[in-house]
């Protein structure tokens, strides 16, 4: 998720205000209720906007693919279901409390798909060689990069020419009335269900993380220079949830 933090205000920096090793104690803190809060703030719908992500991915049977800040793993056993059989997934993430929850929940699959491996590593450094998978994804995630051109050039790296590279996140609304539906739960009501779950910290930090977001036209510039092509970006939950998506060219390879 992240290492040294650099100036908040820069559209490839830090999207809270908490250092990384402040991000990975809050996420190891609140691992135990961060999928029910999921379901709680999203009504579920989160499920069906990591299956759009994986659908971007455009992996299928054999692909062997990378997820970043994998959390507690549902994006990285979502791809599982994609790249059975024969294929592989790997989720990664620098909050151990998260990676152990991800392993109980992928343990509990149905046996019939890929098993995702999950193991700890830096978005920033991430551990692996240059053009591994043939995609890598993050859901829900970048916002707490540090450095998110520095994250999203990770990503390129380890992608093989014509691999694709994910960006799922949520996106500020700018037109009424969602958008003052948006700010009123976000302020308000994400705040007061983490004093619920007596962690009023780690529900602040997130919609503020949310707030100092790029909008979508300044995250796919950020594509562009990572150099990234075939950019496009898709708005779901009427303007909530962004997802983005580009190709690995073989120039930037």
Partial sequence: MGSSPT??????????????????GMFDRIAGVYDLLNTVMTAGLHHRWRERAADLARVGPGSRVLDVATGTGDLAIELARRVSPGGEVVGSDFAEGMLARARVKASAGDGEHVLPRFEWGDALELPYEDDLFDAA???????????????????????RPGGRVVVLEFTNPTRPPLSLFYRLWFDRIVPLIGRVAGDSEAYTYLPNSVKRWPPPAVLAA???????????????????????AGTVTAEQA
């Fill in 222 to 244: 950020e594509f562009e220079r990572a150099g990234l092509g075939e950019i496009g970006y898709l708005l779901t939950a009427g303007g909530i949830v962004t997802i983005h």
């Fill in 7 to 24: 100036d908040p205000d820069s559209a490839g920096s830090a999207a809270g205000r908490l250092e990384a090793s402040q991000v990975q």
């Fill in 137 to 159: 994804t993050v859901g829900f995630g970048a916002r707490n990069f540090s450095d998110l051109a520095r994250g999203l050039a990770e990503m390129v790296r380890v992608v």
